[in-house]
């Protein structure tokens, strides 16, 4: 018996759609309620007492929450055939660390990228593109993270994907020109049909950062 | 063939501290090797290039970092005893939950109140404070976080301890007074042998964050 499984989302949030490509590639169906994060719902409230941020995962009535953690628990829960994270601990414990680089490094460059202007902006560009250039480093020649298979890191980084067209655009510079392979290693995560359906349209998620920005620019 | 197991950690590190009792846990022989933060090791760069921190662990040549993906790796290479993290996919979401709540907002809080005043320093209190009793109904009545034995939770929280006398003196409170079930249960802790003899004596601590204080010319 299939137990419900609801996910209490935000349709731009990276973090959010680590969790629907996590559920997508495990075949699990799922119920996406947006939520309005100006006005959270009483579930939401109830559901992420300590953090009141999204995305949370209800099993059964009962929340997980923060997305890595949302994952590895998708990850043990369904699919034990098809693991996102790795069998050997070693390569276990890189899968995490730079999942946790991620969220460490490339998360906190871009919330420093994006309200910035003039001088603060070209510094924040630069750590933002190091950060993913690291990444890029790390990919190597790999297909995906893990190697052959699409897997935990992947996960954790190719929603920022969606946001690269909007950030070009509002902060003048090329992702792809700086990081060609990262970008590469996106096109090839965007024919996966959990990540086609897991990521927001490039253009509407500029025109999301567009209005966050004059909002901001209006305080 | 004999495992080589070094720990690359800085004997104040809270973070350090966990992987010590996760090691003495498994009944793992390690080598503890004291790193000075201002003049890190040639083999501490080399093994943590990415954030030059401690704790490393370097399992036959190869680095493990950050603490909590560290706790996992042991759990996961010594799974022969003393699990750390539960079965149950749930329960192992809300130990990896909370210690990632540790992580959020302890070290910085606390940092905070040997290195601001006034009002900065009142509001790191209160925040710490809550944060600590949120941590302190998690435990309910249960003897520890993993339930009947240490577990995960328990070792990721319990390093704090060495430093709360520290907080107290420099933030002018008692953490027993706000939260004596959570003294109760690092009491417990300390009752065993593996948890006593990997943390530091927390009169050490305060001299230690006094010497900081003066070298950072810190009121």
């Not at chain 2, 420099?170 to 006593?196: D, H, M, Q, Y």
Request: glycine residues 6%; contains cysteine; hydrophobic residues 40%.
């Amino acid at each position: 018996m299939a137990e419900e499984v609801i996910l209490l989302d935000f349709w731009p949030s990276m973090f959010g759609m680590r969790a629907r490509i996590a559920l997508r590639e495990k075949g699990v169906e799922f119920d996406m309620r947006e939520e309005d994060l100006s006005n959270k719902s009483p579930l939401l409230l109830k559901m992420n007492p300590v953090h009141k941020k999204i995305p949370v995962l209800i099993h059964g009535g009962k929340p997980v929450c923060e997305s890595l953690i949302i994952v590895q628990y998708i990850d043990e829960t369904w699919g034990h055939e098809s693991p996102l994270l790795p069998s050997d601990p070693y390569e276990r414990a890189r899968a995490r660390f730079w999942a946790d680089y991620v969220d460490k490094k490339i998360y906190l460059a871009l919330r420093t990228l994006r309200p910035s202007t003039g001088e603060a902006q070209e510094a924040a560009k630069k750590e933002y593109i190091e950060s993913l250039k690291v990444m890029e480093g790390e990919l190597g020649d790999k297909a995906y993270f893990g190697g052959e298979r699409f897997g935990y890191v992947d996960v954790s980084l190719i929603p920022f994907y969606s946001w690269f067209y909007g950030l070009e655009v509002l902060a003048n510079f090329s992702i792809k020109e700086e990081c060609p392979k990262l970008v590469a290693w996106a096109e090839r995560c965007m024919q996966r049909e959990s990540v086609a359906k897991s990521l927001p349209d490039q253009y509407k998620l500029y025109e999301y950062l567009l209005e966050r920005t004059k909002k901001l620019q209006a305080q | 063939m004999a495992d080589e197991v070094i720990l690359l950690d800085f004997w104040p590190s809270m973070f350090g501290m966990r992987c010590r009792i996760a090691l003495a846990e498994k009944g793992v022989k390690y080598e503890y090797k004291e790193e000075d933060l201002r003049n890190k090791s040639d083999l501490l760069l080399r093994m943590n290039p990415i954030h030059k921190k401690i704790p490393v662990l370097v399992h036959n040549g190869k680095p493990v970092c950050e603490s909590l993906v560290i706790l996992h790796y042991i759990d996961e290479v010594w799974s022969d005893k003393c699990p750390l993290l539960p079965s149950d996919p749930y329960q192992r979401a809300q130990a990896r939950f909370w210690a990632d709540y540790i992580d959020k907002k302890f070290y910085d809080l606390g940092r905070k109140l040997w290195t601001t005043k006034g009002e900065e320093q009142e509001a790191a209190k209160k925040e710490l404070i809550d944060s600590l009793k949120l941590l302190e109904g998690e435990l309910g009545d249960k003897p520890f976080y993993g339930g009947e034995k240490l577990g995960f939770l328990d070792i990721a929280l319990v390093p704090f301890y060495t430093w709360f006398y520290a907080y107290e003196t420099f933030g002018n409170f008692s953490i027993e007074a706000e939260c004596p079930k959570l003294i109760a249960w690092t009491k417990r802790c300390l009752e065993i042998e593996n948890v006593s003899k990997s943390l530091v004596e927390p009169q050490k601590v305060y001299d230690f964050v006094l010497q900081l204080k003066k070298a950072l010319g810190i009121e």
